[in-house]
């Protein structure tokens, strides 16, 4: 790997903590990252996945001040999590290569259109409140798991319906539900990325450098959800990854 490479991958890691952490879109960063240096898009996914166990690691040590008091309510979505991941890492090893790259411009254009349709975090957390009172609903764990599993696949966009089914689901406003999607998360990345440590090839000399660039954006995260509204920051995104479907879906059906 080159030096330029080298360096690309930090500022993507960095981009993608940033914008994993606020607004759970590291994929869309990375991901494209990781192909622009010659992987092929299993091994990309793999990699990516591996090295964004770091953002969670930034995001969730600069978090501690929002997930006080939020213990009770952690267990069992972080095992929703675990348990989805895992799922999702098995489904990916045993899905074929071309078939996986036919499918990766659908699910990048999917999670574009559902940032871009997503609604503000503030009503949805106004709505959940309505909805149930102080309790979560039953339903939260369920739907965290699912959520879970298509992160342990994928995860392009994973965070942004995990941190509306969270928004939706306690009540509670941005920065105590982005911590808790930053935690579940980074529960099912992690062990979503132990599998694929063990049982697939990971691109070690990509993954060190984003890596890096992720604790570094993980940490910042958390700090900057705190005082920077992210409605301008999604649709960017998610025009992006629109743009970016297209390219890969020209080269994935060609």
């Not at 869309?28 to 192909?35: D, F, I, N, T």
């Not at 952690?74 to 045993?94: E, K, M, R, S, W």
């Not at 739907?143 to 879970?148: D, R």
């Amino acid at each position: 790997m080159s030096v330029v490479e080298w360096l690309l991958l930090v500022l993507a890691g960095v981009g993608a903590g940033l914008t994993g952490s606020i607004a759970g879109l590291a994929s869309l960063v990375s991901y494209p990252a990781l192909l622009a240096t010659g992987l092929p898009p299993v091994t990309a996914n793999v990699t990516n996945t591996v090295a964004l166990v770091l953002t969670s690691v930034g995001s969730v040590s600069a978090s501690r001040p929002e997930l006080a008091g939020q213990g009770r309510r952690l267990v069992p979505l972080a095992l929703a999590g675990v348990l989805g991941g895992a799922g999702g890492a098995a489904l990916l090893l045993v899905t074929p290569a071309e078939a996986f790259e036919r499918l990766v411009p659908v699910l990048i254009g999917a999670a574009a259109v559902a940032i871009l349709l997503q609604r503000p975090p503030r009503e949805l957390a106004a709505e959940g409140r309505r909805a149930h009172g102080p309790r979560d609903p039953w339903w939260l764990v369920a739907a965290t798991g699912a959520v879970a599993v298509y992160g342990g696949y994928f995860g392009a966009a994973a965070g942004v319906l995990l941190l509306a089914l969270v928004l939706l689901g306690t009540g509670e406003g941005l920065p105590r539900s982005n911590a808790v999607k930053n935690v579940v998360l980074g529960s099912a990345n992690a062990v979503a990325a132990l599998g694929f440590v063990l049982l697939s090839p990971v691109a070690w000399s990509a993954a060190l450098p984003l890596a890096l660039g992720c604790l570094v954006g993980g940490r910042l995260g958390p700090r900057v959800v705190r005082r920077v509204p992210q409605t301008a920051l999604r649709r960017l995104i998610a025009l992006a990854g629109l743009a970016l479907a297209a390219v890969l879906a020209v080269d994935a059906y060609r």
